[in-house]
């Protein structure tokens, strides 16, 4: 056996532990990428979850402006502290969307009353096939769609107030 | 008062380890005779690890509140035996029980060990003592087991319910025994190659610890996958989560290792493989210990993550194993093969053993650290799981459990016999389990069935080397080496058929409704709450029948107080043909219950087979110690009468 090869051991065991260095000095970032962003909105079309809103489909979202796609329900208590952060976006002129996900039109009017509505169409996901196919896996979370119907952008629970200067922010470079 | 005289007796052991080491330099350079005194030396160390840990079950036992470790880990409520358990299922306590098995190991090689060289020995017990050294300085440094609180709290934050089994008490120390177990190895490699002294004494004077650590490993494996299997309330038995990787590896060189080392200790070849191997199964130790206790790895065990302590460890994995692995490139030349042997023989046998160990090991050791590298590499996450574990392994496990049944059946040196004309029944049997696994159950998958298809080959195949013996003048070490290899067709055909055949049902039904899973018939009875020492439960009485007669299982949802959790007790019922495994799970608005019910024909065959494995190695090890103390007496008459 040559001397190289005896070497070799000791080249793998050095690699390894630059290896192993480098994952004990970054800090683990346990946030998973969305692997939608960069992809356009898989086509749906959801039937209205109000009476006095229209629905939602994916053809809705590109129009040209951006959107905010925000999944909810009537039963998820994060939502109502994100709904006025929502509002307040809606005030500064952001286009909101809502998805309700396995929600009955008198339960989501009854929230929306008490919380506040920021919604344009708000379209009604009974059994989370929508929530499901855009890499959604719990409430609240929200889409920021570019006005091609690409998504720009996936954030997983509520937005806060803290947040709304970066949802300005990537809603001003998704136009 | 208890726990102060734990730590000195540490930190006295850690002052002998150092003057240990230092005696080994002196003495391998300047050829003083400092054997005597260093076993001496090493036996005390063990000592007083023995008293330290002794302390630490000691106010465990005690629920000594005033020790932040028992008050971090235990509960005046616990029942006694997980007050002492709590003493190694936390990473101090852990890290204390390796260093005082690393220190024992040290002194029993000192004190028992007579056929090495006496310069090996010496450069052997400087190693242990190397090695020993920076785990002191671990525990001193990093995570001083004793540490006191002032004032003491009135209540202990109790410990990880999951922990509170018997499975999960027992099968940590038994693989620590086994990990550490193979420091021994590590060490007499490392002082063999120092001394230039690698021959078949050194093989012979490895292997019964090899042989031990590995039977130990092999039960701890065992018994963390029962564990996994009823404790998680899936069903499944191996999960090829980085934590099992981190106990299969070096139980992998480890096998490697102990097939090795027969041949260098019979044949005297095979000097440097075998030299690397004893180096790479403590190290594969080491990287998982690493592993588990830094927390590098997305795991089911959570594990406290600590970077600190992840640095330390992995500077000790560095020292450690990069000096063995450079003294290797060194000293690995100068290292003459010994006796030839031709390509039909038993040591080309045992060489593609070791090679398909070794490849099998590269698989996993790859598929653990394979996320890693590509998040450094890429930034990109991914998790590799059981599809790339099982297309990988599998087949090449396949391939070794086949030739296992032929190793065995060749000579030393060169065999020219017609072997596969002994192989004609096996091969027969094997051929006809295929054809009836394609017959009765056409739809199951190729692993699973070319597993059974090898299961019945080895099965029938393993009992060769006895034929044509006198079964009572048979040495123990062949019969330890038939119901081993026997075990592990044991357990492949319990892995084949679990995997096969398994059935499950997963529904959600009311009280009196009825379902079933394979041939069973299962009713949902009362759901009554119930409580033990610490814990409140939902207990579900769940009545099967399989045609005739009337099974009850009470599978539970426990609920643990201090800290809040939530467990779910399986309940399991062994048949001769398999388990029926029954998990309660939440109750839904209309009054139904989530139950999840498996149908596992054979599968405790896995279990079985491990242990048949380990019982096999033990027969050996007694087999080879029986052999060894009768020469030695045999010897001592002849002289006493000469």
Redesign the interface.
Known sequence: ?S?AI??A??VL??L??A???????TP?DTN??SKLEGKAVPAFALAAGLPTKPGLSSTDLATGKPHIVNIFASWCVPCITEVRVLQQLRSQGVSIDGIAVRDRPADIADFLARNGDPYERIGSDTESKVQISLGSSGVPESFIVDGRGIIRYQHIGPIEAADVPMILGKLEQSK | MIAEAGLAALWLAAGLAALQFVLMIMALRSHIDAARTMRSIAAVQGVLTLISFGALLFVFARTDLSVALVFENSHSAKPFIYKVAGAWGNHEGSMLLWVTVLAFAGALLALLSRRTNERTLVAALGAQAALALGFYAFLLVASNPFARLNPAPLEGRGLNPLLQDPGLAFHPPTLYLGYVGLSIAFSLAVGALLTGDVDSRLARAMRPWVLGAWILLTLGITAGSYWAYYELGWGGWWFWDPVENASLMPWLAATALLHSVSVLASRGALK?WTM?LAV?AFSMSMVGT?LVR?G?LTSVHAFA?D?ER??FL?AL??IY??AA??L??LR??TLKEGAPFELISRESGLVVNNLLLSVILGVVFLGT?YP??VE?VTGE?LSVGAPYFNAVAGPLALILAALVAVGPLLRWRSDSRPILKRLTIPALLSASALAMTIIVAPEIGILPRLGLTAAAFLAAACWLPLVGRNPLRTPLAIWGMVIAHFGIAVALAGMAVDSAFTRQTLAVVKQGETLSVGPWTVELGDVVPTAGKNWTAIEAEIHASRGQGLETLKPQTRYFTDPPTETNEAAIETFWNGQLYTVIGKPDASGGWQVRLWWKPFVTLIWLGGVLIAFGGALALVGRAWRGWRSKRDRGWRERYA
């Open positions: 056996m001397r005896r070497f051991p000791l065991l050095l390894l532990i290896g192993l260095i480098w994952r004990l000095v683990v998973v990428p | 440097a690397m790479i690493f830094s590098i993550i970077p992840g640095t992995l994995l560095a194993v990069g692995f450079t290797f490139a690995g030349v650290l890693l590298f450094a996450k």
